[in-house]
């Protein structure tokens, strides 16, 4: 007990900035796509009869044992000297439902952290979420809303509900908008509109919240199917390259545009890295660090999270790829912003 007592007070209250003697309290938000994270039951309707003891991917007891734990250690290895408990925000996507992260919460490499589970059914034909964890300790919720994202002339599409989650965080009010846009199915300029329809509907969501309450911070995370430079982030969303050209409240800045230039990202497809797993922040978060402040952002491409040989080798490990079964982890890699609050 007094060892956790003291992990609280580290990651709380104690972190010194580079280049001066003020102290800062350091949180990360995180995000994960977890890639297929299925129960072994079939539920009728939907699309996920392959993650059966049936289907074509054979997933029985076992198999969803091996991934409950495998994502729950990856995530245990989100901590940091600042962060010892690890991100107090996770946003995470490819959920089946909530048992799941019930049992990911419960898992040894996570229990002691206590993590709380803010989860919602979506239409999604394959039956995939969104869903945000979070650690008590470090954030309180106060209201959580979820939103359709409507395609013109298409009425019957269905994809995954936006999450929003309005909590407190270091004493500040700030909204988290988790999400998970239409996939590449068919081709990139194809699907674009459906992508597109989606950034409009997190735009609609980021102006009200201001309406509402203006002296709040926003976040927007999640898998988004687009790099940073996409007409859909760049554009219809207005996340900019520069923290220079974000000035007023509503505007948006995306740290991960200058990560992929570096040639780092959260996935890879044919010898090509993108980075569509993506943490967005408005002005808010971008003056003064006696307020939440962002500090930093990284890929969380730890070794043991990456394909070791073969033509995949640097690539994320998956639990399946080209059928076999691999006992990996996600093909997507972890991102993780840090903010920061001066201690006075």
Known sequence: MRKLLALIAVATVVFAATGNDKRYQVF???????????????????????????????????????????????????????????????????????????????????KDLRLQIVHHDSPDLRGIDVALLYNPRFFRVLNVVNSRVVVDGYPEFKTRDQMCVTGLLAGEKVSVIVNHWPSRSGGQERSNYLREAAAKRVRQTVDSLLVDDPNQGII????????????????????????EDVKEPGELYNPWWKTLDKGIGSLAYRGQWNLFDQIIISQYFLGDRSRLTFFKNEVLNFDFLKTTDGDRKGYPLRTHASGVY?????????TEIFLVKEVK
């Not at 898998?223 to 520069?242: I, M, Q, R, T, Y």
């Not at 691999?326 to 972890?334: E, K, M, Q, T, V």
């Open 28 to 110: 990360g938000v995180a995000f994960y796509n977890l890639e297929n994270f299925f129960d072994t039951i079939n539920n009728n309707g939907k699309y996920d009869y392959e993650y059966t003891e049936n289907g074509s991917k054979k997933w029985d007891g076992e198999k969803y044992r091996n991934k409950v734990h495998n994502m729950a250690y990856a995530i245990s290895q989100m901590t940091t000297k600042a962060t010892p408990m690890g991100p107090a925000i996770i946003g995470v996507s490819e959920i089946e439902n909530i048992t799941p992260l019930q049992d990911l919460v419960k898992d040894p490499a996570l």
């Open 220 to 243: 927007i995370m999640g898998d988004l199917n687009d790099d940073p430079f996409d007409p859909s982030v760049a554009e219809v969303l207005g996340a900019k390259k520069e923290k």
């Open 326 to 334: 691999l006992n990996g982890y996600s093909d997507h890699f972890p």
